[in-house]
């Protein structure tokens, strides 16, 4: 069965480092998702992907996060420099429909984000 | 701006009991809304997605209906299990392919 996948699962850094993450979303997915989700809360969109085009990154830390999908396939969510407060799970998904309804989407199991 | 709320943020049942677990928005102009399940330190894994113009949806043991009008959603899972035990996430999409994730309902069923 088709899965989104990310790397790492786990990152463990200190405050005022860099660090990526990746996703690899199902073949032919043209519509990718970056959440950030706070232990206890509903995940919250970073961004948002149609193909290689940025579609949403209203809620995106610009000052710090940055996050490509240059060939409209897999995709990078960058933070530098890290903060406590970005400790999180960064969660990736994506869903086949693009345009008036997003479809079932489909997550991966996310990356768990530690900033000392 | 769309808000979602799940009340209660966390239930306890004995098995075999069953559970009912609700989702509210602000918005009604919504393309869909869709239940997750999500257990600890994993992702999200989809479990009913019901468009606007439905009123229900079924998947063997869950049942979630809509009322856009009152601004509702409730999943219904029957005869519960302990591995029923996870966070049970709704999520309404709006215009533009926006996704907004309610807080989560932390569910565990006791044997």
């Known amino acids: 069965e088709a899965e989104v996948a990310q790397s790492p699962r786990y990152k463990i850094t200190e405050k005022s480092q860099a660090v990526a993450f990746w996703c690899d979303p199902i073949?032919?997915?043209?519509?990718l998702y970056w959440y950030r989700q706070i232990l206890g809360q509903g995940p919250e969109l970073l961004v948002q992907?149609?193909?290689?085009?940025?579609?949403?990154d209203s809620q995106l830390p610009k000052d710090r996060f940055s996050a490509e999908r240059l060939k409209g396939v897999d995709s990078t969510l960058k933070i530098q420099p890290a903060e406590l407060g970005d400790s999180a799970m960064y969660l990736c998904a994506s869903s086949l429909v693009s345009g008036g309804g997003t479809g079932e989407l489909f997550f991966g199991e996310g990356s768990r984000l530690t900033v000392l | 701006k769309q808000e979602v709320t799940q009340i209660p943020a966390a239930l306890s049942v004995p098995e075999g009991e069953n559970l009912v677990l609700n989702c509210s928005f602000t918005?009604?102009?919504?393309?869909?809304l869709q239940w997750f399940r999500q257990d600890p330190g994993k992702g999200l894994t989809s479990l009913l997605l019901?468009?606007?113009?439905?009123r229900e949806q079924t998947s063997g043991r869950l049942n979630a209906s809509l009322d856009k009008s009152s601004g509702r959603s409730t999943l219904y899972i029957a005869a519960s299990q302990p591995g029923d035990s996870a966070t049970y996430l709704c999520a309404v999409e709006a215009a533009g392919n926006k996704l907004t994730f309610g807080g989560g309902t932390r569910v565990l069923v006791k044997p």
């Open positions: 918005d009604s102009a919504i393309y869909n």
């Open positions: 019901i468009q606007s113009s439905q």
């Open positions: 992907f149609q193909d290689e085009s940025v579609v949403d």
């Open positions: 073949s032919g997915h043209a519509t």
